[in-house]
C-alpha cells in the first residue's frame, strides 16, 4: 500500500488523521531535524496501522512536509 503524508512536526501530540484512503495527516511531536520527524512518522504510522516499523518505508519526501509512504 502507497500513502501520501502531511507531516506536522512540534505538534503537542501524536496523531494520525485519514483525509481520504490514501492520504493522511499525521502529527508528531519530534522536530524537524536530522531525520527526527521522519522517525518519528514511521513509529507513528506503525502504532496507527498495527504493522511493524521495518514493513514502512520512506519513499520520497524525505526533507519535504509531504511525503510518499509504502506500507508491506
Known amino acids: 500500500m ?3 503524508v ?3 512536526p512540534n505538534s ?5 488523521e485519514k483525509i481520504t484512503d490514501s ?3 499525521v502529527r508528531v ?8 520527524a521522519n522517525e518519528a512518522v514511521i513509529r ?3 502504532d496507527y496501522f498495527k504493522v511493524a516499523k521495518g514493513l514502512i518505508k520512506l519513499k520520497t519526501g ?4 509531504t511525503k510518499v509512504i509504502t506500507i508491506g
Open 23 to 25: 492520504v493522511y495527516k
Open 44 to 46: 507513528t504510522l506503525a
Open 6 to 8: 502531511e507531516v506536522k
Open 12 to 16: 503537542k501530540h501524536e496523531a494520525v
Open 29 to 36: 511531536r519530534a522536530p524537524a531535524q536530522e531525520g527526527k
Open 2 to 4: 502507497q500513502i501520501l
Open 62 to 65: 524525505k526533507t519535504s512536509r
